[in-house]
């Protein structure tokens, strides 16, 4: 079975940055996703790690250590369309996902 | 927009009842999931399609079933509904069913059972 566990509610300010963690466990890990959900909207993909370390796209990183079952998404220079439900996914064995509950960022002015 | 295209957006019908949620995934993709999103659930794999092959399945109810066609689209068939089933149902497509395909989403289909 799969275990994913990830805050439910982050609040931070406009312009500053901020970091969802999320922890798993999984048999058979290949990689994990972080995707983007504004309510009721399609998630959007953001980032992908398969290998420890840091992966870095404009504003977002992402970042994963394979041996604590372990990732953060950290979000820079925050904006307020960035509030929304950031979503951590493992993949494991073939190509299927399994997501976690979702964290509700809410930035605010 | 991702080019997953996704028919109806809203469907409201009753309990017992039978609906089609339809599928076009983006162009080139051969893989085709399926997935229900409820409030207390999160995001919940139900089923994967890969060239018209089933290829994996997750939580996905007997009353439940889907099919990809030879044009790649894909249907998802919810039979004998109950309240619980309302839910917003995501399809995401993949160029294929390798390890290192991202998923993109449709914009889903809200459905209320009433």
């Known amino acids: 079975g799969q275990n994913i566990d990830q805050p439910t509610e982050m609040t931070a300010t406009e312009g500053a940055i901020v970091q969802i963690n999320c922890t798993y466990q999984?048999?058979?890990?290949?990689?994990l996703f972080w995707y983007q959900q504004h309510a009721g909207e399609a998630p959007t993909f953001l980032s992908y790690?398969?290998?420890?370390g840091l992966e870095e796209k404009g504003r977002f990183s992402s970042f994963l250590s394979r041996s604590k079952g372990y990732s953060y998404l950290l979000l820079k220079e925050l904006q307020m369309k960035d509030s929304a439900s950031y979503l951590c996914?493992?993949?494991?064995?073939?190509?299927?996902?399994?997501f976690g509950k979702g964290t509700m960022l809410l930035v605010s002015p | 927009d991702s080019g997953v295209t996704q028919t109806p957006k809203h469907l409201i019908t009753a309990t017992g009842q039978r609906v089609t949620l339809r599928c076009s995934p983006r162009?080139?993709?051969?893989?085709v999931y399926w997935y229900q999103q409820s409030l207390d659930q999160g995001l919940q794999f139900l089923i994967q399609?890969?060239?018209?092959?089933?290829?994996a399945k997750g939580n996905i109810l007997e009353r439940f079933s889907a099919q990809q066609f030879p044009d790649l689209h894909s249907e998802l068939n919810l039979s004998s509904l109950e309240l619980g089933d309302s839910a917003l149902y995501f399809c995401?497509?993949?160029?294929?069913?390798?390890?290192?395909?991202?998923?993109?989403f449709g914009p889903g289909t809200r459905l209320l059972v009433l």
């Open positions: 995401a497509s993949s160029v294929s069913a390798s390890e290192q395909e991202t998923q993109y």
């Open positions: 399609y890969y060239n018209g092959e089933e290829r």
């Open positions: 790690n398969v290998l420890d």
């Open positions: 999984t048999s058979g890990f290949n990689g």
């Open positions: 996914a493992v993949r494991s064995g073939y190509s299927t996902l399994t």
């Open positions: 162009s080139g993709d051969l893989s």
